[in-house]
Nanobody
Framework: SQLQASGGGLVQPGGSLRLSCAVT????????IAWFRQAPGKEREGISF????????HYADSVKGRFTISRDSAKNLAYLQMNSLKPEDTAAYYC????????????????WGRGTQVTVSS
C-alpha cells in the first residue's frame, strides 16, 4: 500500500488523538489528501480534506472546529488532529490520496490505506 494510517486507540470523551498517514507516493505534495471514517453499520464518511500543496481545507460539519488536517511534505506524512472527541467519532479511520480538487467524495480518491481504529468511550 502507498498509504498507512496509524495513531488510533481508545480515548475518553473530550480527549484528543492525532492520526498519522505515511505516504510513499512520489510527488506527494501534488496530491490531495483526505481522511474518511466508517463506523459499523454506517456508510463511509469523508470528514477532512486538504488540497494539493496544502492551500485549502474542507471539513464535514460533524467534525468542523474539532478536527484539523495537515501535511508534512518533507516527511511524506499527513495528520488528522482530533480534539474534543465524542462517542459518535468511534470508527475506523482511513487516509486517501487523489489527484482532483476540490474532491470531497470517496470516488475522487485513487489510493487508500488500511484503517486505524478510533474508539471514544468512558
Amino acid at each position: 500500500s502507498q498509504l498507512q494510517a496509524s495513531g488510533g486507540g481508545l480515548v475518553q470523551p473530550g480527549g484528543s488523538l492525532r492520526l498519522s498517514c505515511a505516504v510513499t507516493q512520489s510527488r506527494y505534495n501534488y496530491y490531495s489528501i483526505a481522511w474518511f471514517r466508517q463506523a459499523p453499520g454506517k456508510e463511509r464518511e469523508g470528514i477532512s480534506f486538504l488540497s494539493p500543496l496544502g492551500s485549502s481545507t474542507h471539513y464535514a460539519d460533524s467534525v468542523k472546529g474539532r478536527f484539523t488536517i495537515s501535511r508534512d511534505s518533507a516527511k511524506n506524512l499527513a495528520y488528522l488532529q482530533m480534539n474534543s472527541l465524542k462517542p459518535e467519532d468511534t470508527a475506523a479511520y482511513y487516509c486517501a490520496l487523489g489527484t482532483k480538487w476540490p474532491a470531497y467524495d470517496s470516488v475522487d480518491y485513487d489510493h487508500w490505506g488500511r484503517g486505524t481504529q478510533v474508539t471514544v468511550s468512558s
